[in-house]
């Protein structure tokens, strides 16, 4: 596999994961710069190299009336803050072809989302930046199909690329998670990267906003680990039910440093090996 360097620790190294976390959106500047001052802390405490995640806008959202951020240009303003003060990466998501430029001059971490990982114009866009690019691996798609959207990024000699895994639609409002997704993907070359909070979104379960099951966060972040995921992707928050968007599958801010010492713990215990998985697509699918 092929390891992707950032700063001074790498996505793919085999005695360590990588944690890219913080609040699903921006709600403004003094909020996200007491999450990243308070996650950056437990991280580094920890010694887990950390990557802050929040989203300028929420383009894809159940309601019209749902809360989308700050947008591009106060939220890259608010990002680039964070790097120089922290000195920490950011990662942010990018939905259309006139923010890749102006993302990619801030952001270390150039996110495609889940609904929009088979843009190609996207994707291409992102990968032209030569930034690492994470894509996020649709609901509706076999983690063996991100084989194209890998393909799509090296033909612009961008090899910065990470693949995450945030569960599959099994049924109406359902997501299932797959851990088998997490060897197949690193079979395509690159780091993997596991969403353990997205992958206990109820998909609009609440009407006009998705619902989630937040206690079952912990269960799937260890799970990934087992199975060998490179990095663990948490949306956290220090008060999820305030949370202006993806509340109730949001981990509390307050338990963050429980749960990473025990991921830590099951890192150190089963040291990453991995599997040998087939690089063609099955002939038959995989049935479940």
């Known amino acids: 596999m092929n390891p992707v ?4 620790f790498a996505f793919g190294d085999p005695t360590y994961f990588v944690l890219i976390a913080g609040p699903c959106v921006i709600e403004g500047e003094d909020s996200v710069l007491r999450h990243v001052e308070q996650i950056s802390r437990i991280a580094g405490d920890l010694n887990i ?14 309601s019209v009336r749902s809360f989308r951020g700050p947008g591009l ?5 608010i990002l680039e803050k964070i790097k120089k003060e922290f000195r920490v990466p950011v990662l942010s998501d990018v939905h259309t072809l006139q923010e890749v430029e102006c993302a990619g001059e801030v952001l270390d971490i150039l996110q495609v989302p889940a609904f929009l990982c088979r843009q190609t114009d996207l994707v291409v866009a992102c990968a032209k930046t030569q930034k690492i690019v994470n894509v996020k ?6 983690p063996w199909e991100m084989k194209n959207v890998v393909e799509k990024i090296e033909s612009q000699g961008n090899q910065n690329i990470l693949l995450t ?10 997501l299932v998670s797959d851990f088998r997704s ?6 395509l070359g690159y780091p993997v990267v596991f969403d353990a909070t997205h992958s206990v979104q109820i998909p609009g379960g609440l009407g006009n906003a998705s619902g989630g099951q937040a206690e079952f966060i912990p269960t799937l972040a ?35 440093k429980e749960l990473l ?28």
Request: hydrophobic fraction near 35%.
């Open 182 to 187: 997490i060897p197949i993907m690193q079979s």
């Open 5 to 8: 360097r950032l700063g001074n």
């Open 261 to 288: 010492v025990v991921l830590k713990q099951i890192r150190q215990a089963a040291p990453v090996k991995k599997a040998n998985v087939q690089k063609n697509i099955p002939k038959k699918p995989i049935t479940v």
């Open 49 to 62: 190299p950390y990557v802050f995640k929040s989203s300028y806008d929420k383009a894809n959202r159940s």
């Open 73 to 77: 240009k106060e939220g890259l303003k």
């Open 137 to 142: 691996k649709g609901q509706f798609l076999s």
């Open 222 to 256: 260890r799970c990934a680990v087992a199975a060998g995921a490179d990095a663990l992707f948490m949306e956290v928050h220090e008060n999820p039910k305030a949370a202006k968007s993806d509340g109730p599958n949001n981990l509390p801010l307050d338990q963050l």
């Open 165 to 174: 895994e945030r569960g599959t639609t099994f049924g109406y409002q359902n």
